[in-house]
């Protein structure tokens, strides 16, 4: 099976229009934690030279304070990288390839595709909070579920792990930004399997 060279960190970035229902009740996210883990599922949108591409895998993330551990598998299993980040380097590692490293994670997504892939909103994302355009903090409810981050990421939490507890946690998030002068649309379907 050949894996697509971009695959893991589209993955790892990783990552529609309809409206919220109107009369959800205002429950809150879960409290925000420097320490978890999640595994999940993710799709990944983007163009290529103007060719619509698309990525598909599972996700295992582990968050302990600022160091976050991303391992990235294909659709059947087979893990295809780690990713590792600390305030000091982010470091991939693929199986029959050089490991690449850079003093951060957007400059280690950028110069390896050639554009910057959210992860280090994903630290927040993941569990129902952002930063909004204005610099506020979001947190995410079934009654208030989309927002546009400070760096022009749209936010659409699209289901719950169980929304009839009094805090609940994100089980589907879309992830979009559009095309600019500076990059291609991308567009990041993120599923998290419970806990």
Not at 92 to 97: A, F, M, P
Not at 112 to 127: A, I, K, N, Y
Not at 152 to 174: C, E, F, H, K, N
Request: aromatic residues 6%; negative net charge; hydrophobic residues 40%.
């Amino acid at each position: 099976m050949r894996i697509h060279p971009l695959l893991p960190l589209a993955l790892a970035a990783l990552l529609s229009a309809c409206a919220a229902p109107a009369r959800l009740p205002e429950v809150p996210v879960a409290a925000y934690s420097e320490t978890i883990e999640l595994n999940g599922r993710l799709s990944v949108n983007y163009s290529k030279d103007g060719a619509p591409e698309s990525l598909s895998g599972k996700f295992n993330w582990v968050q302990a304070g600022e160091r976050i551990d991303v391992s990235l598998a294909s659709p059947l299993g087979q893990t295809i990288a780690k990713i590792t980040v600390t305030p000091r380097e982010a470091t991939l590692v693929q199986s029959d390839q050089v490991t690449r490293s850079a003093p951060d994670i957007d400059t280690l997504t950028m110069d390896t595709l050639g554009w910057r892939l959210p992860v280090t909103g994903l630290r927040d994302w993941l569990q129902g909070y952002a930063t909004a355009q204005d610099g506020s903090r979001f947190v995410a409810s079934p009654a208030n579920n989309e927002v546009v981050t400070k760096d022009g990421w749209r936010l659409r939490y699209v289901s719950w792990q169980d929304d009839a507890t009094a805090r609940v946690q994100p089980r589907r998030i879309d992830v979009s930004r559009p095309a600019s002068l500076q990059s291609e649309a991308l567009e990041i379907r993120i599923v998290i399997d419970p806990a």
